[in-house]
């Protein structure tokens, strides 16, 4: 089976809307040094060689980027040829979360977005054949999304609704 497993959610349940902003790609190198690398919430990692970007790995933080990606650069960053980037998505609405349902929800859109991005991803490797969440959303990414779409719906990857 593939697509969102519905077996916990409510029947007719609404969509719930989120705003992800993506923050401008900053090279790997430099952000070690950045003092945005302590915040939390979402990430992709993609690298860029000759004139070609590839999209890595989308992934997600409630520690902090830096401790999330130096986990990556030990493990298998170094594989790859070419200029290192990451992107940091913020969710910017809902606004006011408890911290039990902010994890909850950068699980969920997480796995939706590496559900959606699943042919173009190299390094991920749960959630791209089907995924399961706690609620169904609709995904508004703005800012320096690069290859995410603007929109996204979980209502699209309910099984064979994709296919």
């Known amino acids: 089976m593939t697509g969102v ?7 007719g349940e609404r969509l719930k809307s989120v705003s992800v902003e ?10 070690w040094y950045d003092e945005e690398s302590g915040g939390y919430g979402l990430y992709y990692i993609s690298r860029k060689f000759g004139n070609k970007e590839t999209l890595l790995y989308i992934g997600q933080t409630y520690d902090s980027y830096y401790n999330r990606l130096i986990c990556h650069d030990y493990n298998w ?13 913020i969710i910017t609405s809902p606004v006011r979360r408890t911290d039990e349902d902010a994890r909850q929800l950068l699980k969920d859109i997480e ?3 590496i ?17 399961k969440p706690s609620h169904l959303y609709s995904v508004t990414n703005t800012g320096y ?3 995410l779409s603007a929109e996204i719906s979980m209502r699209n990857h309910i099984a064979g609704e994709d296919e």
Do not use: A
Request: proline share 4%; no cysteine.
């Open 111 to 113: 796995s939706m977005l």
């Open 77 to 89: 960053l170094g594989n790859y040829r070419g200029k290192k980037y990451v992107r940091r998505g």
């Open 5 to 11: 497993n519905l077996s916990n959610l409510i029947p």
């Open 115 to 131: 559900y959606e991005m699943r042919f173009l991803l190299q390094q991920n490797v749960m959630g791209v054949n089907s995924y």
């Open 145 to 147: 999304r690069g290859v």
């Open 22 to 31: 993506w923050k401008y790609p900053r090279l790997l190198d430099n952000f």
